[in-house]
Each structure stands twice: as C-alpha cells, then as structure tokens.
C-alpha cells in the first residue's frame, strides 16, 4: 500500500497534459492500486494520474456505497455524448470547494482495464460527471475552470487561508 501525495490547485503540474500509456504492464497496475490506496484514504470517488504528478492517461472511479467498485479507464476517450446536466462538483486537488459544472448528461467511454483489454461503457448520473472530471484532468484542466475568474480568485484566496491556518 503506497499512498502518493495530491497535487493542491493552483500547482501548475495539474495543468499537464498526460501521454499515452503504450502498454498496461505491472508498472500501470502499480500506479493504479496506489492510486486506488490514495483515493479511498482520502476519502474520495475519483483521482486521475496526473493529480498524483504522474502524466499518463490512467483515471479510477469508485462511486458504490460499498467502497469495492472500482473501475479503471487507461486512455479512456469520449466516443459519444449527449444532453447537459449542471452538477456539484469537488476535487480532492481542490479541498473543500464545490461548485455547479455543466457537462453532457450521457457520455459513452471507451478505455482499456487494468488487463490491457478494450472496452467500451455507456454511463450516466454521477459516473458520467466523474469520468468527465477525471478526464478533464488527463488535459491539464481543473474543475475550477469551468468558473468565472472572480470565483477562481475567491478560491485561491480560500484556500491560501486554509493552508495558514494550518501553518
């Protein structure tokens, strides 16, 4: 059990955009049952490689109540999408902060699983926002993007707060 450090908006090392994985080996499985450690410890239902400064295209998702579900989507790619929902969303790399994002209401997604096959998962509610998020990660893009440049700047502000109090 590994558990790696979260990258904190605003460090510029989230706004990498990650590689290609050319081959799901043991290396790949390694960083994902870290990250699977790091996620659930955190507590919580998504993280993307790059938020543990690791640029490949690797995300993890566990939306069950169970906390024994997870999935994981290797150079995972929106083949399709439709609709548009406003959801509350939060980011272990933003602590605290929540806001409202628009994004497709259905997306269909296809990636390869730890074992290196192919498969394509049609998803909505919470796992289509989630695999939309984490993905967004994979580009270099956080959540907070999304917002206007004055809630970003109350964002920084709060949280550069949040780290005095605990210095």
Do not use: W
Not at 150 to 162: E, M, S, V
Request: aromatic letters at 4%.
């Amino acid at each position: 059990m590994a558990l790696l450090p979260i990258l904190q908006y605003p460090d510029p090392r989230l706004y990498t955009v990650a590689t290609q994985v050319r081959v799901v080996d043991d290396d790949i499985r390694r960083l994902i049952n870290d990250m699977s450690d790091t996620m659930y410890a955190a507590p919580g239902v998504g993280l993307a490689a790059t938020q543990v400064d690791d640029h490949r295209r690797v995300i993890i998702i566990d939306i069950s109540e169970t906390r024994d579900q997870l999935q994981v989507f290797v150079n995972p790619v929106v083949v399709a999408a439709s609709g548009t929902a406003t959801c509350e969303e939060g980011c272990l790399s933003v602590p605290g902060i929540f806001d409202k994002v628009a994004r497709a209401e259905r997306i269909s997604v296809r990636a390869l699983n730890a074992q290196g096959e192919s498969f394509t998962l049609g998803a909505d509610g919470l796992l289509a926002v989630c695999i939309q998020h984490e993905m967004d990660h994979l580009e270099g893009k956080v959540f907070v993007d999304y917002l206007s440049r004055l809630k970003q700047q109350r964002i920084l502000a709060k949280l550069k707060k949040q780290k005095r109090q605990i210095m």
